[in-house]
């Protein structure tokens, strides 16, 4: 190859990794339980609102499987699905107590709920056949996964965040929170914690240090990260979502709902982008060989 091509090559490369990051920045879907309208709403970037899902009674917590679909706990006692064109049919109709969080175990897309009214997390399959993981729980509503498979939860009854390791260990990893409410990890490791009962939102370290990221949202309820690491908090007393910055910024993003429960926002498009520069370094290669 000559100087030419090398130059070519090395510039071409780095155009597709400046490319990855500017698409990854269109692509926000916060979706958004509203318990007060039966519906699950869908923000595609500031104050552009749309509904995605109706008909759930009093929808809670959300999780989105590596298929596309959604799927959403009802406080009644069931769980949803809705798939990629937004056809809601029953996944779990029965033997559930008031189910708050969902989450999707990364490592093997099991689905876990909270099942707030019987202190228990409980586990389905893609049948939607439930088994008890762990009981004893206190109030358990908010879930989320660490990339190695561990589960953490947000007991609101006793003020703790429990992890589950996978190996079913049960041990306390933060406490002190007033009414905790949902759980979200950033890309470097740090758990935001909502907690409703004190207007505020917590962030612990990956050491479990618990330090307060921000106190302006009231009734804060459900929280999610997207892939710019921009933090997004409902606020249930004024039906909004607001992007917070830092401790002391934070702005209404979108409005309207009513009271909004969890968010979430789906895993980066890895797959599309992927793809995209497979494709172009496919190009590439052809362009080099016919040199």
Known sequence: MNLCNRWYSVISLAAIMLLIPILDAKSLELYVSNSGTSSVSLINSKDSVSNYASGISSPTGLAISKSNDLFVSSSLGTVSKVNSLGVVSTFIASGLSNPQGLAFN???STLYIADYGAGKILKSDAQGNTSVVVSGMNQPRGLTFDNLGNLYVANSGNGSI???TT???ITTYATGFNNPYALVFDK?????V???GSDSIFKVNTVGVTTLFNSSISRPTGIAIDSLGDVFVASERNNS???VKSFSTSSVFASGFNAPKFLIIPEPSTWILSSMATA???ALARFRKSQ
């Open 188 to 192: 470097t490791g740090n758990l935001f």
């Open 194 to 196: 909502t907690s409703y």
């Open 241 to 243: 979502i607001y992007l």
């Open 167 to 169: 190996s079913g260990v």
């Open 106 to 108: 990364p490592t093997d």
């Open 280 to 282: 172009c370094l496919l």
């Open 162 to 164: 429990a992890r589950i």
